[in-house]
């Protein structure tokens, strides 16, 4: 089927042609215009079926969240309420997806927004302030939400994994070149640190995001979030995860796939105003224990991505989109680094976090 073909399961009328977006590592993504208009007026994704098992589960949960977050909007009185959640379109059957017998499609309202600002201390207070506004809208949300990806965030999890496909690389002869002492450093690593993230399941679970960046929002005229995307992982958790891997993109130095590894340091000074912002929002909210242990997850989160890219690697490459074959060692080796600048960083990270926090 081609991808109008797809877009004609949904309500929407119209519609003239669909093209591709690039970026994410997971889904596709499409926008899709209708009439003569210039602007695009949905968005159409393929979800990625590999990664999400269960895609009744995954799209309940996306609109169980956004009619929670639009009811929080309305009783603010918010205008424009479809620029600051996320809006589901239903199918011809009145379903939050289509699957075309292979695939699994859902169309959204495409959100009308301006580019990402320039880096600046303000973006990061921002950044934090929108990933603390959201969870704390959902804060009251009334059920517990089943896990889209199970173990997502679960380091024990990631290790055993990390474990098994370093078994199946030797018994299946895979190149592992390059991988130097990465392998035993992680390990070590984990162990370390295992008996504070132990403590993780001291925390409330709450509706949580679960993937949380700066590509994952978008921006007005006037360098605002307007809203979170990317709400496939939207699920009960931890908020160390929204936290930490907050600042495992935002505060590296350089991106993910730099092979240039000294150029990867954790930036403090984004630390501080993503930490400020988020606090502002949650700091009301927040038990001891989740306040205590966020600095936890400034470690967590390097490590535990660096975990993921080398099992991947390990595994021939299967769940993340590479251009060439070592892409994901080098990711590997990237994240590792910025947990060591992390670590380097310790201190200063706890003090500043206790400090905002009132701790
Ligand atoms: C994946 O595709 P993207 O960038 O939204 C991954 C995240 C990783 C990230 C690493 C469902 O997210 O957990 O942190 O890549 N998402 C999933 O770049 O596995
Ligand atoms: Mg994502």
């Known amino acids: 089927m081609s991808t109008i073909d797809i877009v004609k399961q949904f309500k929407v009328k119209d519609i003239a042609k ?136 679960d380091i024990d999890f990631r290790i055993r994994e990390m474990n098994n496909a370093l078994t199946n690389a030797i018994i299946n002869n895979h190149d592992l070149n390059g991988m130097g002492d990465l392998y035993e450093d992680l390990f070590m690593s984990y162990k370390y640190f295992k008996p504070n993230f132990d403590r993780f399941k001291e925390m409330p679970l709450r509706v949580c995001h679960f993937d949380t960046k700066l590509s994952n929002m978008l921006f007005d005229d006037n360098g605002n979030v307007l809203c979170l995307i990317d709400l496939d992982t939207v699920m009960s958790g931890y908020i160390t995860s929204d936290y930490g891997d907050f600042l495992r993109t935002a505060a590296n130095t350089t991106h993910e796939n730099d092979r240039a590894y000294s150029h990867v340091n954790f930036d403090m000074n984004v630390f501080k105003s993503f930490t400020q912002g988020y606090l502002q929002e949650m700091k009301g909210t927040l038990t001891l224990v989740e306040k205590e242990l966020l600095p936890y997850s400034v470690l967590l989160f390097p490590l535990m991505q660096s975990v993921r890219f080398l099992t991947d690697f390990m595994n021939g490459n299967i769940y993340y989109h590479v251009g060439y074959k070592k892409q994901n060692l080098v990711r590997a080796k990237n994240q590792y680094a910025l947990l060591e600048s992390v670590a380097r960083n310790w201190e200063e990270i706890c003090d500043f976090t206790y400090k905002m926090a009132a701790l």
Not at 18 to 23: A, D, H, M, N, S
Not at 50 to 55: A, C, N, R, S, W
Not at 89 to 112: E, Q, V
Request: net charge positive.
């Open 18 to 153: 669909v093209k591709p977006l690039r970026g994410g590592l997971i889904n596709n993504t499409y926008l899709v215009y209708v009439n003569k208009l210039d602007t695009p007026q949905y968005i159409l994704q393929r979800i990625n079926n590999y990664v999400f098992k269960d895609v009744q589960r995954l799209q309940n949960n996306i609109s169980k969240v956004t009619r929670h977050l639009r009811k929080k909007l309305e009783a603010q009185g918010e205008t424009d309420i479809s620029q600051k959640v996320l809006t589901l379109i239903p199918t011809l059957n009145g379903k939050t997806y289509y699957s075309d017998g292979n695939s699994y499609w859902r169309m959204m309202l495409y959100i009308p927004h301006a580019d990402q600002p320039q880096m600046s201390h303000d973006l990061y207070y921002k950044g934090g302030v929108a990933i603390g506004h959201f969870e704390r809208m959902l804060a009251d949300f009334p059920t517990k939400l089943k896990p889209t990806i199970l173990h997502f965030h």
